[in-house]
């Protein structure tokens, strides 16, 4: 697969799916851009990543929940102010996925094939 980023050798992990489903990203903007879909290491090059589960292929990743109440959950925190819900149709050719974490966050590794134009903000 083509991948929108540089990733670690053995990256995505071996347990990750091909990205099939609708899933919520919390975005910037309305409408959304490419910038919405960055992973935090892409955001944050220098930034050391640390927790539980973190290593360099999921700093490479980008935040997914796969339930909107998880999102908007997790909206309220001060860094995400403001922010809205971006709603996406994900398809084999947009990138490879793997559920992480707590609540139903995913971890998703973009393709080049994923089209940013199919994201509809669903709630502010």
């Known amino acids: 697969m083509d ?3 540089d990733l670690p050798q053995y990256c995505p992990p071996p347990d990750a799916t091909p990205s ?10 309305d409408p959304t851009t490419s910038s919405d879909f960055f992973s935090q290491r892409k955001l ?3 930034k050391v990543f640390k927790g539980q589960g973190v290593d360099e ?3 490479r990743a980008v935040s997914l929940f796969q339930n909107i109440d998880d999102a908007k959950k997790r909206q ?9 819900i971006a ?3 994900l398809e084999p ?3 490879m996925i793997k559920k992480t974490f707590r609540d ?3 971890s998703w590794w973009r393709s080049k094939l994923f089209n940013v134009e199919q994201a509809k903000v669903v709630d502010r």
């Open 104 to 106: 139903s966050h995913y």
């Open 20 to 29: 099939i489903g609708t899933y919520y990203r919390i975005a910037e903007g």
């Open 3 to 5: 991948w929108f980023e």
């Open 76 to 84: 309220k925190l001060p860094k995400f102010r403001p922010s809205v």
């Open 57 to 59: 292929c999921i700093a």
């Open 93 to 95: 050719k947009d990138g």
């Open 87 to 89: 709603c996406v149709t």
């Open 44 to 46: 944050q090059p220098n």
